[in-house]
C-alpha cells in the first residue's frame, strides 16, 4: 500500500478551466452545418478494371455506371459502409478528369466530398469568408441534390465538394 499511495499523491494533475466561458464562445454562430464525409473521389483511367479491383478482388459492393454529362463524367460508387469511394472516368473531351488524368496518367484522388445541411447558407457564408465556390449556383451531383465545388488553393490544395444532406 505504501507504493500505491506514493503513486496515487505523486500524479500529475490535469489542469481544468477556472472560467465558466466555454471554447465556442467567442466563434460566432453558423447559419449552416457541416456534415459526415459522403465520399473521395478517384479520377481512374480505366473505369472497368477499377470496378473490377474493388468488386472482384476487394469484395465490395459496387454500383453501375452512370453517365453525368452536365459535369462531365461517368461515375461508380463503391460501398465502404461508412462511407463511398466515388470512381471518376471522363464523358468527353471536355471533361475536367480528362484533363486531370493527363497530368495523372495512374489516376489519383480527385477530390472529397462533405455534406453540409443547408448548401445556400454555406455558400453565403463561404463567400463572405473569402473562399471561391467553381460556380454561380448549386448543379445536381450523382446523388441527385445539389452540389458545389471549393477551389482547392482555398482548401489547402484540395478540391471539396459540399452536397446538401
Not at 466563434?27 to 481512374?44: E, Y
Not at 460508387?77 to 469511394?85: A, M, R, S
Not at 496518367?105 to 467553381?134: F, N
Amino acid at each position: 500500500s505504501g507504493l500505491l499511495s506514493r503513486l496515487q499523491t505523486s500524479a500529475p494533475t490535469v489542469p481544468t478551466l477556472s472560467s465558466s466561458k466555454s471554447f465556442s464562445q467567442n466563434i460566432p454562430s453558423c447559419l449552416w452545418k457541416l456534415g459526415r464525409l459522403n465520399h473521395v473521389a478517384i479520377a481512374v483511367p480505366d473505369l472497368e478494371k477499377a470496378q473490377s479491383l474493388y468488386k472482384d478482388v476487394l469484395g465490395a459492393q459496387v454500383s453501375e455506371t452512370v453517365a453525368l454529362p452536365e459535369h462531365g463524367v461517368y461515375t461508380v460508387f463503391v460501398e465502404l459502409g461508412n462511407t463511398k469511394l466515388e470512381l471518376l472516368h471522363p464523358l468527353g473531351e471536355k471533361s475536367p478528369i480528362a484533363s486531370f488524368l493527363q497530368k495523372n496518367k495512374t489516376g489519383g484522388m480527385h477530390h472529397i466530398c462533405i455534406e453540409v445541411d443547408d448548401i445556400k447558407a454555406a455558400m453565403t457564408a463561404l463567400k463572405k469568408k473569402k473562399i471561391r465556390i467553381l460556380s454561380e449556383e448549386p448543379k445536381i451531383g450523382a446523388h441527385g441534390k445539389p452540389v458545389i465545388f471549393l477551389h482547392p488553393k482555398d482548401c489547402h490544395g484540395v478540391l471539396v465538394e459540399l452536397e446538401q444532406a
